[in-house]
């Protein structure tokens, strides 16, 4: 009964690849996000969707790119990764702005 | 723009001792207020939220937060720590006008001592 799903929970790849992370959320939530958590645990947003619509889309590295199927999955797509990229990336959802649930994250490592 | 400024990035209390983590917020406008835990290797987890109303205000695991205007404040507090309330909190501000953008503290670290 996993509300807000990650996968995969942990990304090891060499700086230059491309590679995706998927978020799924079965709280039929209408808003999903994208958060960044760097190195010294400082959280800040990236995107978010609500209805497949981009509505919150900070400044962020246009090698980032967010992509909502439908508006229960929204999945995380980095182009040519570079080391400052590693971090733990969390997805959440929200049925109105206020309480936002957090996934468990994923741990991207660039070497 | 907004800033919020968590005061101690590790707290260390003994177990049934008060917890007591600060948060300020920079904003003419007082924003919606929330406090969040990460346990570790773990999502965030909402603990408790101020929008409108009372302005103490109750959360999960015992804890409770108030907001005062007057001090751009929203510190949260527990009366007796539990070996379990080891882990890191985060405040965070929304803006009223900006709809979903959560913005974060640098975080609190606590750490419980039998």
């Known amino acids: 009964d996993t509300a807000v799903s990650q996968t995969p929970k942990y990304l090891v790849t060499q700086m230059g690849n491309d590679k995706s992370i998927k978020c799924e959320q079965n709280?039929?939530?209408?808003?999903m996000y994208w958060y960044k958590q760097d190195s010294k645990k400082f959280l800040k947003i990236m995107f978010s969707y609500n209805n497949k619509e981009l509505i919150i889309n900070e400044t962020v590295p246009n090698r980032f790119s967010p992509k909502s199927p439908d508006k229960a999955h929204l999945n995380l797509h980095i182009n040519s990764l570079e080391l400052g990229d590693s971090a733990v990336y969390f997805c959440a959802s929200s049925r109105d702005s206020y309480e936002q649930y957090f996934g468990p994250g994923t741990r991207l490592t660039v070497t | 723009a907004q800033s919020v400024t968590q005061l101690g990035s590790h707290v260390s209390v003994s177990e049934g001792a008060l917890v007591l983590l600060r948060c300020n917020y920079s904003s003419s406008v007082p924003p919606y207020l929330f406090w969040y835990v990460q346990y570790p290797n773990q999502g965030l987890q909402l603990l408790l939220k101020y929008t409108t109303g009372a302005t103490l205000v109750k959360g999960i695991n015992g804890f409770e937060a108030e907001f005062k205007k007057s001090e751009t404040s929203f510190h949260l507090t527990k009366p007796s720590a539990h070996m379990s309330d080891a882990a890191e909190y985060f405040c965070a501000v929304m803006p009223t006008d900006s709809w979903g953008k959560l913005q974060f503290g640098a975080g609190t670290q606590v750490v419980v001592t039998p």
């Open positions: 709280l039929g939530h209408d808003t």
